[in-house]
């Protein structure tokens, strides 16, 4: 995946806590900046939005990966609004973007991917995708599993509807191992993985 990637040691808690072996050298992303007009007129999104699990193997481009990111949950105000609401605004969702080269959690803020482990976890989450979201609940924010549920799902309509507009296949997945990808993951007790997102190239 040809990314501008700048070299850095991942040695705070940073955005989630790292499963990589500490003082390892990772990788963070940086994304292009996301396009925020343009696209297919909504009623017409609606209206074709559907759920589609085949994938061609072929890795997003940058600039897809960058507006699928924003599109689910990425920052719209200078107040630190999302595109995705939350209950009270208590923002206790985060994402983490599954690719072959590693996984990566989404530092909305800095529109940037921060490795957290460099291991290959799409087959863990049961994805057939080259990309996997992975949306991660914080229960010290957010106590009510309810909540972070509803939550997700407006992440997962926001995805639907840009992969929609964009020509990309995606599947909004609850069967999925939470209890694996928390560990791989080190997430810790006060953090759950809710839902996944596939999402990729339609199978050519």
Request: net charge positive; hydrophobic share 40%.
């Amino acid at each position: 995946m040809k990314f501008m990637v700048r070299m850095f040691v991942l040695t705070g808690a940073g955005f989630l806590m790292s499963a990589m072996t500490p003082g390892a050298v990772a990788q963070d992303i940086a994304l292009p900046a996301p396009v925020k007009s343009g696209g297919m007129p909504l009623n017409e999104a609606l209206a074709k939005r559907a759920t589609k699990r085949a994938f061609s193997d072929r890795e997003l481009e940058p600039q897809a990966l960058s507006n699928l990111l924003w599109a689910a949950n990425g920052v719209t105000r200078p107040d630190g609004k999302r595109t995705a609401p939350t209950a009270r605004n208590l923002q206790e969702l985060e994402l983490i973007v599954l690719l072959r080269s590693g996984a990566y959690a989404y530092d909305a803020a800095a529109h940037k991917l921060v490795q957290v482990s460099k291991e290959n976890l799409i087959p863990v989450a049961g994805g057939k995708a080259p990309v996997e979201i992975l949306i991660i609940g914080d229960k010290n924010k957010q106590p009510s599993a309810e909540y972070r549920s509803v939550d997700s799902g407006f992440i997962g309509q926001n995805i639907y509807l840009f992969c929609t507009s964009a020509g990309l296949s995606s599947v909004f997945r609850g069967s999925v191992d939470r209890s694996a990808l928390e560990k791989k993951l080190s997430l810790g007790e006060d953090k759950v993985v809710t839902y996944s997102h596939s999402v990729g190239y339609p199978a050519e």
